[in-house]
């Protein structure tokens, strides 16, 4: 407990383009090994790459979301390593003149408001894939380069978390802020969004920082706050004991929940860095970033002051819905169909994201934003019992049919008449002599088992309102 964490990121983006960065090889996940393949992204003998336009534009309209200050010039370099994923035995990145300079993204953690810096920006081409399993025999292991060469834009956070849970919110609002600008559909599972963490301790109140551990092959959100945890542990009880941490690059376990030494980190003169001579600098001027920053879209935090503002929802309720830009426009279009934005929040926070696994896909949901309001304007105008619209709901998600037919369908339209009412509600007194002797003598409780009883007479389709209000004029 007597130490801080001082924590960073290094977030790789895989951006959506058609084709890789430096060919015009086609971007594909899941294709069969080695198939999208060129001598550009093979690295042969005398090949020239020539830039993407489009994963250029991209980097920018991230650097912009992102609040980076974007670089009139940019170069590439050769960053240089040897691994059998690597068939050039270089990768082509940027080292000192990145395409987006510093910026910053906003958190909230436990309430409180968090600023993260951002280092940098930089585009680079990304590596090759490794095959230990599956069909490669025992010892042996495959090389499947049809991701060599595709764009990334990689994301160097400042040193400025202090713990898993804020590395966690930061990565959710990365992914949230890319998939808003659709740069990337950040699949951690497909590799398009990936994390390394890098991670030190220091007593709490120096400002020194302590000796840098990066940790490696984080596959999801849970797996960078459970390798936090571990490595805060595994330096405490190193430094406790008079130890000393060693700078290197661990791998997460996540069947044993723990990291493993790798190799010892890299410093930046160990890639021999030099400009690439085959790619000139890249050159901007300001017409060019203005056009590019005229596509971005309203953006995650901005979007969420104004659900607050205009719909007067809780902050709660606009972050929920303001996670996904799908999830925002379905909530939008929603409240255009008439409905309230209260209650439209609640219905779509509680009833549809149960039953979907991720926002972002909404739009495949069988419920239909103006199916949706139709369903809550019923239920305000008295049609059906809030009660009834969730069988009725039920109804909508599996059969994709609008509650208006359901209803007519099933017979489920709410009991306003009041004879009607005061008919099963004279069978439920008749019938219950003890409960309305309890409600006369002060057990309120006994109002409620009579209320519930005169709605499941009426097969819930009784008006609770009118229900509540006769019943208590005839007990008393």
Known sequence: MGYEPVIGLEVHVQLNTATKIFCSCPVKFGSSPNTQTCPVCLGLPGVLPVLNREALNKAILAGLALNCSISGYSKFDRKNYFYPDLPKNYQISQYDKPICGPGFIEIQVNGENRRIGITRLHLEEDAGKLIHAGNVPDGCSYVDLNRTGTPLAEIVSDPDMRSGDEAYEYLLKIKSIMKYIDVSDCNMEEGSLRCDVNISLRKKGTEKFGEKVEIKNLNSFKAVKAAISWEIERQSEILDTG????????????????????????????????????????????????????????????????????????????????????????FEETVRGGANPKKASNWIMGEVLARIDDAGMISSFPVRPAMLSELINLIDNNTISGKIAKAVFDEMAVSGKSPGVIIEEKGLKQVTDSGEIEAVIDTVISNNEKSVNDYRNGVEKALKFLVGQVMKESKGKANPQMVNDILIRKLK
Not at 289 to 301: A, Q
Not at 315 to 321: H, I, K, P, S, T
């Open 243 to 330: 130890g000393k941490i060693m700078q290197e690059t661990r791998l997460w376990d996540s069947d044993k929940n723990r990291t493993n030494g790798m190799r010892s980190k890299e410093h930046a003169h160990d890639y021999r860095y030099f400009p690439d001579p085959d790619l000139v600098p890249i050159v901007l001027d300001m017409a060019y970033i203005g056009c590019i920053k005229n596509g971005l879209p309203e953006l995650p935090d901005a979007k969420k002051e104004r659900f607050i503002s205009a719909y007067v929802l809780p902050a709660y309720d606009a972050g929920v819905l303001t996670s996904s830009r799908e999830l925002a426009g379905y």
